[in-house]
């Protein structure tokens, strides 16, 4: 991502099996991560949600179905606590692209 500002970030992941959670944006300490935009695309059925590393959830199972794609732009962005990282956990083997973007400050 072309980041317009030093705080931006934009991070994407690919995995074939994202059925242990699978970082997708790593914490900074000090900093607060706001997530503003999700596209996650799969390729197999799957419930799928989105996690800080002590588990805590921060997107609820997201049902998908094969070959589908969610996309949202939150007009309240998620914050995550200072110095976590963010991890997606789908419920089945396949293959998965997640994309977060936001803010990191």
Same mark, same amino acid.
């Given at each position: 991502?072309?980041? /317009?500002?030093?705080?931006?970030?934009?991070? #994407? &992941?690919?995995? @074939?099996? %994202?059925? #242990?959670? #699978?970082?997708?944006?790593?914490?900074?300490?000090? +900093?607060? $991560?706001?997530?503003?935009?999700? &596209?996650?695309? *799969?390729?197999?059925?799957?419930? *799928? =949600?989105? =996690?800080? =590393?002590?588990?805590?959830?921060? *997107?609820?199972?997201? !049902? $998908?179905? %094969?070959?589908?794609?969610?996309? +949202?732009?939150? /007009?309240?962005?998620?914050? *995550? #606590?200072? @110095?976590?990282?963010? !991890?997606?956990? @789908?419920? %089945?083997?396949?293959? &998965?692209?997640?994309? $977060?973007?936001?803010?990191?400050?």
């Amino acid at each position: 991502m072309d980041n /317009r500002y030093d705080n931006d970030f934009g991070e #994407t &992941i690919n995995s @074939g099996n %994202a059925t #242990t959670a #699978t970082l997708v944006v790593s914490g900074t300490e000090g +900093k607060i $991560l706001h997530i503003s935009d999700i &596209i996650i695309s *799969v390729d197999t059925e799957m419930n *799928v =949600q989105l =996690q800080d =590393q002590d588990e805590k959830v921060l *997107v609820e199972k997201l !049902y $998908l179905p %094969a070959n589908s794609v969610f996309s +949202k732009s939150l /007009r309240s962005p998620i914050h *995550v #606590t200072s @110095g976590k990282g963010v !991890y997606v956990k @789908g419920s %089945a083997v396949g293959n &998965i692209t997640v994309f $977060l973007g936001g803010e990191s400050k």
